[in-house]
């Protein structure tokens, strides 16, 4: 009798364990930490189209990776909060040599990282006839985050052959990643290494400490509540 009831005990308790995991595993699959390690990963040496293949990342299921749009940024900026940004997109190759590091830190932080994909929410200017002109309208919320950021965005500019020209707008590039303090930009890096000059090419050692470097920075920022050291050291 003692061991019919073990038995039943030990398949009481098996049962509940399968539950709780697969209800785990359920509710992993609807996180935005699974969403961005998919959206990421699927694209692990895949071909961009132009005959370079994409960089396989291997992001942390722990990552601490929140889904944002440029309306609920904006929103956060206005209402006076704390918090770090990062502005890219999956298939951009410049975001996906930094990425890893972003998340890495994120986790030994603590600190989650809201995500804005803006590969189709920023305006595009063009030169066109000599003349600079708006070929696509921006989101009206993009535009009032650069508004917002514009003391520590990059300026907008345009290739016309060799030569750059201001667009006489600031830009949110692909990456961006900015500390937020009490509803004011303080701090942004893009959080690349300057000695990596092509982006789907090998990143040394060196590199990756000058791209850790400069996100250290932003998570610095937020955990000293604004007492950034400047872009310049990062």
Known sequence: MKKKIFIVIAIIIAAVAFVLIYKNHSDYKKSDAYKFKTEYEELNGEDNGYGKKYRTLNISKKNKIKYST???????????????????????????????????????????????????????????????????????????LVELYGDVLSDYTIKNGDEKISAGEKRIYAPNVVAVVNGEAKEMVEGVSEELTDPYGEITDKMKKASIKQLKCIFKCINEAGICTGPSSC
């Not at 940024?73 to 590091?101: A, D, H, L, Q």
């Open 70 to 144: 440029a309306k609920e940024i904006v929103e956060k900026t206005e209402n006076g909060e704390t918090f770090i940004v990062y502005f890219g997109f999956s298939k951009c190759p410049w975001c996906r040599s930094m990425v890893e590091n972003l998340v890495d830190l994120s986790i030994e932080n603590d600190i989650e990282v809201y995500y804005v994909d803006v590969l189709e929410i920023r305006d595009t200017i063009e030169m066109v006839d000599g003349e600079l002109k708006t070929t696509k309208e921006g989101d009206k919320n993009y535009m009032k």
